[in-house]
Each structure stands twice: as structure tokens, then as C-alpha cells.
């Protein structure tokens, strides 16, 4: 006999942990509706050529390939190494993320579109990573991007509609961070090795996770001298309102530096006059965002202090990723919600609302078939007015299907036994006080539920 299991980092999503999980989905999603982003689906497969070298040599690495189907074996004899082996096993692979599925939709559908283009997606990504808390290889992502335009208006937008989700969420003490690759890229210069770019944005990537000495180990074994590295370190560690960052930032990245325009585009954010954004948003110098497409603004959320599920979520601005698919010259920005995430910093703060584990309010108890009739006929006349309302399936003891609205959290039922019918009548029961009232059909349709 086969013990049922399913792979690590996946998981199953029983009732009551759907409703919770529907409730960050839907809140999420009429906002995307409120700011005038539209729906798009991808395929869960991706050619591989498509996503293969878009993350970074970590994101390939993590990347769950799909073994072609046919005569793969011998394809696969006269391989000359392992690289050439997975290349002539597999030519798909599940999707990462989705914004390079996004980046290649816009590049298929380009004549189709009306730019700028706003959409959103609502879909699972999987990534072979090391399964642990809050790190799943199978999760959601909720994302939003708006492509077709380089105006800071869409960074200003996506914080706003950030700032509205955590809030409708009731995360409101949550941080939101930002940065500018083109600061990071003047960080390099500063060190004296702009070559090294990639790997001090890998590095201070990992801050949270390995602190300083972890993050000072990494630059040291990628060749980083202790002169550069303290550079790094004095500059992630600038703080302050974002006044006393900019300035900061100005003495270091004068015009023609290339680190300014990251000064210019945090500066157009942040004191822009009408924006509003507040001072949840902070400038944190040590925000990286690993992936590699970024190329200005980039986002990150944090869950409330004391709640240890890593970033929210995040996003960023790519000037060309559409590039990659032969597009010049298309840049977008986008954010992303990582529900998953959301889901644990909401079970753990206690912050989804009351009446998340059960749709229905009513139950109809089944007394038999004397009171079958008129038990569904009103069962069905609550349904269609929007009271979700079930009937339990067969004649049990009373107490049995007491205990079955009991279990499921249905705060009433109704009886209609031998007694109400000669009354005209019916029972309705309120579970959480135990009061029962004699009233008519009438007035349970009216009920406030």
C-alpha cells in the first residue's frame, strides 16, 4: 500500500485555511481593480530559453525543470557534460516568477496591446529552494506592473496601492522600503570595483538573512578587499529621514556620477507634493532585490517587528526586460505580493477577520421528509436572496447534526418538525447564545444573518 505524501514545500489548503487565504486574494485583487490594472493568466510551463538566465546564476539554480517527453534518452548518450545533458532532456520549465512570462506576453501580443498597459496576475510560481518557514517551493504571487512609460507617476502609484493593501489587510505597522540600482551601481564605483556590481547586490541581498559578517565573508571570498568592503558598510548604513538620506546621497552622487540618477528618482518619489506617501516609506540603502532585470526603483515590503517571515512583498522598475525577447526600449515597474507570506504575518499577529472559517449561516436541519418540503423551498428562497444556507443530507439524530453546524462554525439552524408545521412556523436557533425563536417564513427571509 502507497503512503500518500506530497513533495516538500508544497502543501494542501484545507476549508478553513482557504477562506483565510481567499480573503488576502480578494482584498488584494479590488485594488489591483480600483487602480485600473486588468487580468492576465500565462501558462504555468515556459520554454526554457525564456527563463533560463533571467535571475541570476541563484535563480537557475532553483528553477524547477520539466523533463521533455519522447525518445529523451537518446538524446541524452552523446551529452558532453552535465549542462548539455539537462539542455537536451528538458526544453520547458515551471514558471519562476511572473514577470518575465509578463515580459514575454508583451513582446507576442505587442500590436495587440494599448500602452501603457496595466495588468495584473494572480498565480502560483515554484522555485526548488530549501523548504523552511514561510519558504515554500510552490506559493502565489500577486502581481501589478504597468508597462510602457518611465514616468515616476507609476512608482508613486504602486507605493500608493501598496501602502492601500497592507492596510486593508490590517498590517498597517508594516515597513515599506526603497532603493535605486542606479545608487548600488554608484556604490560599486565608489569601492573602486564597478565590476563587481552583481555581487554586492547578491551579498547585501542576503543582510537579513546572514547579517554584516556574513554578508562581509561573501564580498571577501568573491575578492572584495577589506578597503571596499568598508565602504559598503559605511554607506548601507546611512539613515535617517528621507531629507538626510537625499543629502547624503547628493555629496556623494554629484550630476554625472552613476549613482545620481538614483538620487534624482528617489528625490521625484518621495518630495513629490501631491504623493502623500509618508513617512512608512523608507529609503534602506541595504535593499537590493537579487534579481537581476531591475534596473531603477526598487520595493520592498516588511511584515510588522516581531514577525520573522522575511519580505511581503517587492517589486521594481526594468527598463528593457521586453529587450530579451527582442522589444527595445519598452520599460515597466511592477510590485508583487507574496500571499503565502501575507498568510503567516496575518496567522501570527491574529489579524483575519472573525468570520473567515465558514460561508454559511444557516443550517436546515433534516427531521424528515414531514418537513422536507417547506425546509427547501425556504432554503431556496434564502440561497437566491445571498444567505448562504446548506441542508444536512439525511435524517440523523438532532444531536449529530447539531454537532455538524457546531464543527463548521454555522452560528443557526433552522427546524421544522412536527410542531412548527401544526404552529405554521419554524425554529431558528442561534448556536452562540442557544436562544430559539418560533417565528414565520417570512420573517426568516428577513432576518439579518
Known sequence: MIQPSI????????????????????????????????PLETPSMENLATLEGKYGEEGDQLMFRVLDNGEILEKARDAADTRQLVSRLSSKALRYDLTIPFARFVVMN??????????????????????????YREFYQCDADIIGTDSLLCEIELLQLLDEA????????????????????????????????PEITIAID??????????????????????AIQVVANFIA??????????????????????????VGLTGILENSYAG????????????????????????ALPPEGVKTGSIAGGGRYDDLTGLFGLKGISGVGISFGVDRIYD??????LFPPDQDSRTRVLFL???????????????????AGTPAEIYPSQAKMDRQLKYADKNRIPYVVMIGGSELEAGKLSLKDLSTGQQTLISAEELLGWSF
Do not use: C
Not at 538573512?209 to 565573508?217: A, L, N, Q
Not at 504575518?345 to 491574529?350: C, D, N, T
Open 7 to 38: 513533495p516538500k514545500g508544497t502543501r494542501d489548503f484545507p476549508p478553513a485555511v482557504m477562506r483565510k487565504r481567499q480573503f488576502i486574494l480578494d482584498t488584494i485583487r479590488v485594488i489591483f481593480e480600483r487602480y485600473g490594472f486588468q
Open 110 to 135: 505587442q500590436h495587440q496591446l494599448v500602452f501603457p498597459f496595466r495588468r495584473y496576475q494572480v498565480q502560483p510560481v515554484w522555485r526548488a529552494d530549501r523548504p523552511q518557514k514561510s519558504r
Open 166 to 197: 497592507l492596510t486593508a489587510l490590517g498590517l498597517k505597522d508594516a515597513g515599506i522600503r526603497i532603493n535605486h540600482r542606479s545608487l548600488l551601481a554608484g556604490l560599486a564605483g565608489l569601492t573602486g570595483r564597478p565590476e563587481m556590481l
Open 206 to 227: 542576503k543582510l537579513d538573512k546572514i547579517g554584516w559578517s556574513g554578508v562581509s565573508e561573501e564580498l571577501l571570498l568573491r575578492g572584495m578587499d577589506s578597503r
Open 238 to 263: 546611512i539613515r535617517g529621514d528621507h531629507q538626510k538620506v537625499l543629502e547624503s546621497l547628493r555629496a556623494l552622487f554629484p550630476e554625472g556620477s552613476p549613482g545620481h540618477p538614483g538620487v
Open 277 to 300: 506617501l509618508g513617512s512608512r516609506v523608507l529609503i534602506d540603502l541595504s535593499l537590493a532585490r537579487g534579481l537581476h532585470y531591475y534596473t531603477g526603483t526598487i520595493i520592498e
Open 345 to 350: 504575518a496575518l496567522e501570527e499577529l491574529g
Open 366 to 384: 433534516n427531521l424528515g421528509e414531514e418537513g422536507m418540503q417547506q425546509s427547501y423551498r425556504l432554503l431556496q428562497r434564502m440561497r437566491q
